[in-house]
């Protein structure tokens, strides 16, 4: 049976996904669920849950799949195939996304996923860095909208009960760089299993994305730090290898139904690639 997750249920979901090393944040559930509610999904065999997805969609213009695992012992025998039909029937004909492991390139090509781009996620302990300590920490109150404007510019469609929890969930900070009272740059930094993870980390140009870079990687103590960035943003990679960040694995970040306009220049870090 596949059913709708209730908060318990995505709560195991990451619980199982740090089992199986994928290191989410620890305070992702509820930022997760707001994005929407009615697009994460459980499956059971006799009562015990087995198998998990995400679809979410973003208004009726965008959706995105994610946390897609079957618990060991369940693989191999049909059950995560049947969440994928479920959840690619859920968001229909919308233009939809994904982050694949590259083993599974042809799968999703078989289901109409075309490749866009690599996505690779770096680690640094932060050592040697040094940060510009006037970059404001935002206050997600009175900061909200201004930061929300900026980052639906990017990310091109408004996702408001995502980040009413995303910029407020314990155990993370949010910072922000401004230009003649104009958001020119955002960052969140949030503690996961092992050490934090940066994202979105949105901005400008690459200095912007360099003082915001630091500024997260020396605002939590000691690290690892860990953050997500497409191989079409080459100053982003630059930054990457500037600071002799360790490459930890890759993803294909591909698309279904067409590609979503934004302007992926300005993405120094991806959200996160449950969510898009």
Not at 159 to 175: E, G, S
């Amino acid at each position: 049976m596949i059913r709708t997750m209730e908060p318990a249920d995505l709560r195991d979901a990451l619980d199982l996904a740090a089992t199986e090393g994928w290191n989410p944040g620890l305070e992702d559930a509820a930022a997760f669920y707001a994005a929407d509610p009615d697009g994460f999904f459980v499956g059971e065999l006799d009562g015990r849950p087995i198998a998990y997805i995400s679809a979410v969609k973003y208004g009726n213009r965008y959706g995105f799949m994610g946390l897609y695992i079957v618990r060991e012992g369940y693989r191999g025998k049909g059950y995560g195939f049947q969440m994928w039909q479920h959840a690619v029937n859920y968001l229909g004909d919308m233009v939809t996304g994904l982050d694949g492991v590259p083993a599974q390139i042809e799968n999703y090509r078989r289901d109409g996923f075309l490749y866009a781009y690599r996505q690779m996620r770096f680690r640094t302990d932060g050592a040697g860095m040094s940060a510009d300590n006037s970059i404001a920490e935002a206050t997600p109150g009175s900061m909200f909208d201004q930061i929300a404007d900026y980052d639906s510019s990017v990310f091109g469609i408004r996702r408001t009960a995502f980040l009413n929890k995303w910029l407020q969930m314990p155990q993370a900070a949010v910072f922000h760089t401004m230009s003649d009272s104009t958001v020119t740059g955002y960052a969140v930094v949030r503690k996961c299993g092992v050490g934090y993870k940066i994202g979105p980390l949105f901005a400008d140009d690459v200095e912007v994305a360099e003082a915001l870079l630091l500024r997260c990687c020396t605002s939590q103590g000691a690290g690892p730090y860990f953050f997500d960035v497409s191989d079409v943003n080459k100053p982003a990679l630059a930054l990457a290898e500037k600071y002799e960040m360790t490459m930890e694995f890759e993803t294909a970040r591909m698309y279904k139904n067409g590609k979503p306009e934004f302007p992926v220049e300005k993405v120094y870090g991806v959200t996160t690639f449950e969510l898009g």
